[in-house]
């Protein structure tokens, strides 16, 4: 058995001689050896293409899993921040609502004091007034043997 190059087809040893004359041939066992020497060395390229492949899968497998690990702990770390965050403002929050209930308390007691310095002049100007009023409605000699002058001048002076 013969094999053509020229062809690509393997005759017999008369149509080596006759047909394929002009061409190149070898044995049959000469070309298949050629052909598993080239196969060979593709199915070394796909072995060595396949075991690139494999390494770069598992590297991809490999940040894969660090990026989830990462991840992970970066929503962990906002979700700690947040909590700290939320944690300081109802802090902040309970710190206000008690400054404002310290000062509404503050504000009111001095209000009290004044409403009842105020109602205590009111009543202190109403018997004052009261008197007056008493005196004015006398006769003239009653009115001027009450010795109010000091009285009625000191008190409209206090109150202005």
Same mark, same amino acid.
Do not use: S
């Given at each position: 058995k013969m094999f053509c190059n020229a062809c690509k087809e393997s005759c017999c040893t008369l149509c080596a001689v006759t047909i394929h004359k002009q061409h190149s041939t070898t044995t049959l066992a000469e070309a298949c050896e050629e052909v598993r020497s080239k196969l060979t060395a593709q199915?070394?390229?796909c072995t060595s293409a396949q075991t690139d492949i494999d390494n770069r899968l598992n590297h991809v497998s490999t940040q894969k899993s660090?990026?989830?690990?990462s991840a992970t702990n970066a929503k962990r770390i906002v979700n700690e921040a !947040? %909590?700290?965050c939320i944690k300081a403002m109802r802090q902040r929050e309970k710190s206000l609502l008690s400054a404002i209930d310290r000062d509404k308390r503050l504000s009111q007691e001095i209000l009290?004091?004044?409403r009842e310095?105020? !109602?205590s002049k009111k009543t202190s100007l109403d018997k004052k007034k009261h008197r007056l009023l008493e005196t004015l409605q006398?006769? %003239?000699a009653e009115l001027m043997d009450q010795n109010l002058d000091e009285e009625i001048f000191s008190s409209n002076s206090s109150n202005t």
């Open positions: 199915d070394r390229l660090m990026l989830e690990g !947040i %909590d700290k009290n004091r004044q310095r105020l !109602i006398g006769t %003239d």
